[in-house]
C-alpha cells in the first residue's frame, strides 16, 4: 500500500520568512500529487495538484511545489509567508489504478507564522 | 461552486449510542469519501461509494458503517460509539468520469467534530 510522509509535523516561523515543507511518497508508479490547506476553521482546501508536465507547479496565494520523481517528492514552498498562512498542510497522493480516485494523505504539517 | 454539507458541525454523544453523520454534495458527484481527521495522522479514508448503493471499504472500516441511498447523500454510521472514534469527520466527494482536474480533485466539506464520552 502506498505511504505519504510529511517531515515536520510543527514548523513556527516569522512573516516574511520562506518556508519549504517536505512531503514523500512511496508508491512506484504513475502518482497524482496533491496539497491541501486547512485555516483555522475553514474547509480543506485545494493549494495545488501535479498531475503531468512540468514537474514545478504554482498554485494559490504564491505557494509552489516541486515534483521530484526520483527522490519520490513533492515538496512545497512559498518564499515570503504572511501570518494568514497559519494553516494545516497536507500532501496527498493517488495513483491512476487507484479505486474510487482514492487519496492517501500525509500526517500534515501544523504551520504557525509569527507577525 | 461545489458544496459538500455536513448536518451538524460538532456532535456529543455517549459510549454505546448509534451515530448518524450526514453528508450532501451538490454537485452530482459520483463518488463520496469519508475520513476521520486525527493530530499527526492526518486524513484516514474510511468508506467510500462510488454510486448509489456501492461502497467500499477504506483503510479503516472497523466500527463504521456506510448508507447512500441517494446520490446527493452519503451517511457514516457508528453502530455503538466508542471513546476511540472521538475524532473530526469529514465528507469529500469527486465525479468519476471526466478530466484530470474533475476525478482527482475532492472537495470537502466542513467537518463533523464528534465526542464520545
Known amino acids: 500500500a502506498q505511504s505519504v510522509s510529511q517531515h515536520n509535523h510543527h514548523v513556527i516561523l516569522s512573516e516574511a520568512a520562506s518556508l519549504e515543507l517536505g512531503c514523500n511518497y512511496s508508491?512506484?508508479?504513475?502518482?497524482?500529487l496533491f496539497w491541501y490547506v486547512q485555516y483555522p476553521g475553514q474547509h480543506l482546501q485545494l493549494l495545488l495538484k501535479?498531475?503531468?508536465?512540468?514537474?514545478l507547479v504554482k498554485g494559490i496565494k504564491g505557494f509552489e511545489a516541486e515534483f521530484i520523481k526520483s527522490k519520490f517528492s513533492f515538496n512545497l514552498r512559498k518564499p515570503s509567508v504572511q501570518w494568514s498562512d497559519t494553516a494545516e498542510y497536507f500532501c496527498?497522493?493517488?495513483?491512476?489504478?487507484?479505486?474510487?480516485?482514492?487519496?492517501?494523505f500525509g500526517g500534515g504539517t501544523r504551520v504557525l507564522v509569527k507577525p | 461552486d461545489v458544496k459538500v454539507t455536513q448536518s451538524s458541525r460538532y456532535l456529543v454523544k455517549r459510549t454505546g449510542e448509534k451515530v448518524f453523520l450526514e453528508c450532501v454534495q451538490d454537485?452530482?458527484?459520483?463518488?463520496m469519501f469519508w475520513y476521520r481527521q486525527d493530530p499527526g495522522l492526518g486524513l484516514r479514508l474510511i468508506y467510500f461509494?462510488?454510486?448509489?448503493?456501492?461502497?467500499e471499504k477504506g483503510d479503516i472500516p472497523e466500527g463504521y458503517s456506510v448508507s447512500r441511498e441517494k446520490k446527493e447523500r452519503f451517511s457514516l454510521i457508528l453502530e455503538s460509539a466508542s471513546t476511540n472514534q472521538t475524532s473530526m469527520y469529514l465528507c469529500?466527494?469527486?465525479?468519476?468520469?471526466?478530466?484530470?482536474?474533475?476525478?482527482?480533485?475532492?472537495?470537502f466539506g466542513a467537518g463533523t467534530r464528534l465526542s464520545v464520552l
Open positions: 454537485m452530482d458527484h459520483e463518488n
Open positions: 501535479y498531475f503531468s508536465g512540468d514537474p
Open positions: 496527498a497522493v493517488n495513483t491512476i489504478k487507484a479505486a474510487g480516485n482514492k487519496l492517501t
Open positions: 469529500a466527494s469527486t465525479h468519476a468520469t471526466g478530466t484530470a482536474a474533475q476525478i482527482n480533485i475532492q472537495y
Open positions: 461509494s462510488y454510486d448509489v448503493k456501492m461502497k
Open positions: 508508491y512506484g508508479g504513475t502518482v497524482n
